[in-house]
């Protein structure tokens, strides 16, 4: 069997969705062909609040909600609380952060944190939290410390991958994933990821129409999800620099070719 490796770089484009890439390699002279993301570069800044977000409260049976009017990146918890303690300083509430780093709403009297967007979920650490959340002593407790730049684990699907099945909340969802990044990159800091895990075996002509995407670990591209370059990679919501990807190994196979 015959076998040639053909290694392309790709980047992501698009200012306004840097978390994903449109690609068109070259199709080799046989029927099938592997794919495989050799590795991911970016810059860990990503897009972790915007203004398609939103929190939601029932004060003493009077609803209240919290929209967002700028991006975000790079939040820590004491920077979040203080955000939301502004915002929510003209309706007695307070916003602040317990002793193992996890938020807490304070207010004199009844009240329920009803409805948050993914990304506000996320960042309050109430991602595994049923909604409504009511008060208990005036106190809507968080329960887990926030994920504040994208969720421990990162992946690169696209439109052709190998199956990995993710867990959201209505169950699972089969993703096609080329790369899984775990999350240990700092803000502001490159992100250099290799890969080891998934090779794709596909028909050579789908090679001229790839989509690339990088989405956290709930596959929401977020533009949260920073950028990608391929060897391809993004995420996010939308992450705010381009990515540089090193080359895609993609191995092809004459058919009915010689040992």
């Not at 980047?11 to 794919?35: A, D, G, K, M, V």
């Not at 998934?198 to 999800?225: H, P, Q």
Request: with cysteine.
């Amino acid at each position: 069997m015959n076998e040639s490796i053909i290694k392309f770089t790709e980047f992501s484009r698009n200012p306004n969705c840097y978390e994903q890439i449109h690609s068109n390699l070259r199709i080799p002279f046989t029927q099938y062909s592997t794919l495989m993301i050799d590795s991911l570069t970016t810059y860990a800044c990503f897009e972790v609040l915007n203004a398609d977000d939103y929190l939601t409260f029932n004060v003493s049976g009077t609803g209240l909600t919290l929209t967002f009017d700028e991006s975000y990146s790079d939040l820590n918890a004491e920077s979040l609380a203080t955000l939301l303690d502004e915002k929510l300083k003209n309706y007695d509430i307070d916003c602040s952060v317990d002793y193992t780093n996890r938020i807490r709403f304070n207010y004199n009297g009844n009240f329920a944190l009803t409805d948050a967007s993914y990304n506000v979920r996320t960042l309050l650490g109430i991602y595994d939290q049923s909604l409504p959340i009511s008060s208990v002593g005036g106190v809507v407790q968080c329960s887990a410390v926030g994920h504040y730049l994208s969720t421990p684990i990162l992946y690169l699907i696209g439109s052709i991958g190998g199956k990995c099945f993710i867990k959201d909340d209505n169950g699972y969802k089969n993703q096609r994933v080329l790369m899984r990044i775990n999350n240990s990159f700092s803000a502001n800091f490159p992100v250099i990821a290799n890969n080891g895990e998934f090779k794709v075996y596909t028909l050579s002509n789908d090679l001229s129409n790839i989509d690339f995407e990088l989405v956290d670990a709930g596959a929401s591209g977020k533009d949260a999800v920073t950028v990608i370059s391929t060897d391809t990679w993004d995420a996010t919501k939308t992450p705010t620099q381009a990515a540089d990807a090193d080359p895609i190994d993609v191995v092809t196979t004459a058919a009915g070719g010689g040992a």
